[in-house]
């Protein structure tokens, strides 16, 4: 986990976790309260039945995540647990999602996500304009959005 990446979690709205079952059978699912604790990145459970039996089932993930302004985020690969009230570090990661519910979202699981590797999303204008600056994109963003 490094400056960029938390940068980049805290600049982004929602976050998108991509499981898999058994079968191999593929599911994607935004989530809107997640946050990064330590080196894991942690997720609320707030609706999410299809990923916590997928997680249960395989625990390998990915989550991806942009700011969508700047168009430029992460793309993370990990293994994932559940956490219930009866894990240690439960409380304290509750206490970080919290701040971004302000209660008004329950939870009684969380989603962490130890990281194993980590790879920059970055829109392909950067690519393709090299000389393409964040503003520019932002302002091009802004115009495609209607912002």
Not at 32 to 55: C, L, T, W
Not at 67 to 74: A, E, M, N, R, S
Not at 107 to 124: G, T
Request: hydrophobic share 40%; charged share 25%; with cysteine.
């Amino acid at each position: 986990m490094n400056d960029d990446i938390k940068k980049y979690i805290h600049q982004s709205v929602l976050c998108w976790l991509a499981t898999s079952s058994e079968d191999n059978i593929p599911n994607v699912s935004p989530k809107e309260i997640f946050a990064y604790f330590g080196d894991a990145i942690i997720i609320a459970n707030i609706a999410s039945p299809q990923s916590v039996r997928n997680i249960k089932q395989n625990p390998n993930i990915c989550v991806s995540f942009i700011d969508i302004l700047v168009q430029k985020g992460f793309q993370l690969k990990g293994e994932a647990t559940i956490l219930t009230k009866l894990d240690d570090d439960f409380s304290a990661m509750e206490a970080e999602l919290l701040k971004l519910t302000e209660g008004k979202f329950p939870f009684s699981e969380i989603i962490k996500v130890d990281i194993n590797s980590s790879k920059p999303i970055i829109a392909p204008k950067y690519l393709l304009y090299p000389e393409t600056t964040e503003a520019e994109q932002i302002e091009s963003a802004k115009c495609a959005y209607g912002v």
